[in-house]
């Protein structure tokens, strides 16, 4: 845009105001009312997350808040460029576990770390590392980014407990931001970081929800419909049809590898909170094609998203997949979920749950794992190796993931159970209870299930008092073939990638039995996979233990004959298989019990006779299954 235009654009765009007859409800949204009680592995992962990671970090890590305390020392402390973002990182992920366990030891824990927390705001509003009169100008840091995750945590921790502490001390925050960058257009877009400092643009726009102040919604405005312009420009290239990787090549020359980093996601976040407070188009065609964009040309046969830390248009290609740049993708789709109330959206958050997000996590405790990648071995985030270790006195543990990876299953606060104006949204598939209300109306969902070891779910619908909503069940895109039935009674409309809507009046014990499609679906690979296969057994990527070599065994897709392996305790895998194969038989697993112990594995098989499928909205993970007369006798 020419400069000349640029700033009337601007002043026009600050005049206008955003008032309530423009805003636009989400398709779905979290279920607030909802209290859960999970079993089996994922139970056993909030509980570790919880007790061994969460508790006690300020402790085990006291740089995590003294950082900011010292902001003002001379000499000053040594610092990773981007650890302003620890402390904020970490009370996002911890406020979104706390919703899922309602563990009061934990909130009370969270209470005194933002009792301390709260102390190291500047006076002047600013609430980084950097000496108090210097942050943001500071031509070389991420200080911005390390704000938005610091006001995203503090506007989390107020929704859940309505501390009025929070609250303020973000809108201090984005008080000094406004103070410095608001009617100052180009300013902000000037900074090199652009594509990590735009997030704030997302948690400006929470802060306004809870404030109603308007110059938090102008900022938002400013940076998405001018400063993104200079910088990036997102949002119109994606509308122009190009595919979210392309904005790293379009900026090559300067910056390439910058504009398409995994942190740029965050930027899409704002545009869907964007479209919901202004009911405009542009906001959620953006987001949208931006989502879509990423899964088919970024997410990983894993669920994983990026490539070496960036967006590359390169799903086949073998590398780091950093835990953050999965985190954001999980927190991206939980936006898509809401924004479009497609189930597929839910899909792929299952997917990216059950297979890399555990493979991050440690189920016996401890520092999680950086990378997970498609083919090899994770890298541990604490490996001597590992160049993430500055002056970490006294933060040891703290790092970009190991603060974040918690979020990735806090996450799931969010999708799990979600409500509209019809009633009822389940997406979790799990042994588990989930109470909440409808109506004023306790209602309790309760699953029987192994799953994901086995496709049959059997849930209880139990309300205190007979009563009449939509509960909508999610039909998983890969399930080719669904039955659902309720108290016996086969129910019609169950399509793959939908939602199955039962309108009726519930009276406690109704029984709803769930069968999903749990036979083998494939994906070929091309590029840098061609030739290989990877293998799926309803959500759970199956891998081979070992290494790539001579003595692999080779697979035939119409000839695998799958059995499924008892367990014999909950350490053993979540889904182990028998299959034939050219060394006669081979087992299979889970990619997350891989992960557990350090071993290589490979997810790209070589199987043979496995169906191609394109990939379409309707199946991302492009996965086909044999047809039952070409599968061998
Ligand atoms: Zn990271």
């Known amino acids: 845009m020419k400069k000349c235009c640029f700033f009337v654009f601007v002043t026009l765009l600050v005049a206008r105001t955003v008032t309530g007859s423009d805003t636009v409800a989400p398709a779905l949204e979290r279920d607030q009312k909802a209290v859960y009680s999970f079993e089996g592995r994922f139970h056993r992962y909030l509980e570790v997350i919880s007790d061994r990671w969460l508790k006690g970090m300020r402790e085990r890590n006291p740089a995590i808040v003294l950082n900011y305390r010292d902001r003002d020392q001379v000499p000053p402390r040594s610092f990773d460029f981007f650890a302003g973002e620890f402390a904020g990182k970490y009370l996002t992920g911890a406020v979104e576990i706390y919703r899922l366990t309602k563990d009061q030891e934990l909130k009370q824990y969270l209470e005194g770390f933002v009792d301390e927390f709260l102390n190291y705001q500047a006076s002047n509003g600013y609430f980084g590392l950097y000496p108090s009169d210097q942050g943001y100008k500071v031509s070389e840091s991420w200080d911005i980014w390390g704000e938005y995750h610091v006001m995203l945590g503090l506007l989390f921790w107020y929704e859940e407990t309505r501390d009025a502490r929070a609250l303020n001390a973000a809108r201090r925050q984005a008080d000094r931001f406004c103070s410095i960058y608001l009617g100052k ?139 953050c740049a999965t985190v954001g993708w999980t927190a991206l789709t939980c936006e898509m979920l809401k924004l479009t109330g497609s189930s597929i959206a839910a899909d792929e958050l299952e997917i990216t749950l059950l297979n890399t997000m555990y493979g991050y996590q440690p189920l016996q405790g401890g520092v999680i794992n950086f990378g997970v990648p498609m083919d090899g071995m994770v890298t541990p985030f604490m490996a001597p190796a590992f160049w993430q270790h500055g002056d970490r006195t006294g ?104 939602y199955l809507s039962m309108d009726r009046t519930w009276t406690s014990g109704d029984q709803v039995e769930i069968n999903l499609d749990m036979s083998l679906h494939y994906w070929s690979g091309m590029e840098e996979m061609s030739g290989k296969t990877s293998v799926y057994r309803g959500p759970v990527l199956m891998c081979f233990l070992g290494v790539r070599n001579a003595a692999m065994p080779g697979f035939d897709a119409t000839d695998m004959e799958p059995q499924l392996v008892e367990r014999e305790g909950t350490a053993d895998p979540l889904v182990r298989i028998k299959v034939k194969s050219s060394n006669g038989t081979t087992f299979l697993r889970d990619l997350d019990s891989a992960t557990e112990n350090n071993q290589p594995y490979i997810t790209w098989l070589e199987i043979s006779n496995a169906p191609v499928t394109e990939f379409s909205e309707q199946n991302p993970l492009r996965s086909g299954r044999v047809k039952a007369s070409q599968k061998k006798p």
């Not at 504009?259 to 479209?275: C, T």
């Not at 960036?310 to 950093?322: D, M, Q």
């Not at 209870?433 to 004023?440: F, K, S, Y």
């Open 185 to 323: 257009p180009g300013e902000l877009s000037a900074l090199r970081y652009y594509y990590t400092n735009f997030a704030i643009a997302h948690s400006l726009q929470i802060l306004y929800r809870h404030s109603t102040e308007q110059k938090y919604m102008d900022m938002a405005r400013q940076i998405l419909d001018v400063e993104l312009q200079q910088s990036g420009d997102y949002m119109d290239l994606l509308l122009e049809g190009k595919e979210f990787y392309e904005i790293g090549l379009i900026h090559r020359e300067s910056d390439w590898i910058h504009a398409a980093r995994w942190e740029a996601q965050h930027i899409l976040m704002a545009l869907a909170e964007m479209y919901w407070s202004t009911g405009q188009e542009k906001y959620k065609n953006a987001f949208q094609k931006g989502w879509y964009s990423i899964v088919k040309t970024d997410r990983h046969n894993t669920g994983g998203v990026s490539t070496n830390e960036a967006l590359i248009g390169k799903p086949y290609r073998p590398g780091g997949i950093e835990a």
């Open 395 to 498: 933060g040891e543990e703290l790092g970009c993931c190991t603060v974040n990876v918690s979020r990735g299953f806090g996450l799931v606060s969010e999708w799990a159970a979600m409500r509209d104006k019809e009633g009822i949204t389940l997406n979790w598939y799990g042994a588990s209870e989930i109470t909440t209300m409808v109506d004023g109306v306790h209602v309790q969902f309760k699953q029987q299930t192994e799953y994901p070891r086995k496709g049959q779910i059997l849930l209880s619908v139990n309300p205190q008092e007979a009563k009449q909503f939509a509960l909508k069940l999610r039909v998983p895109y890969w399930s080719q073939r669904t039955t659902v039935k309720i108290n016996g009674t086969a129910q019609e409309g169950v399509r793959a990638g939908t």
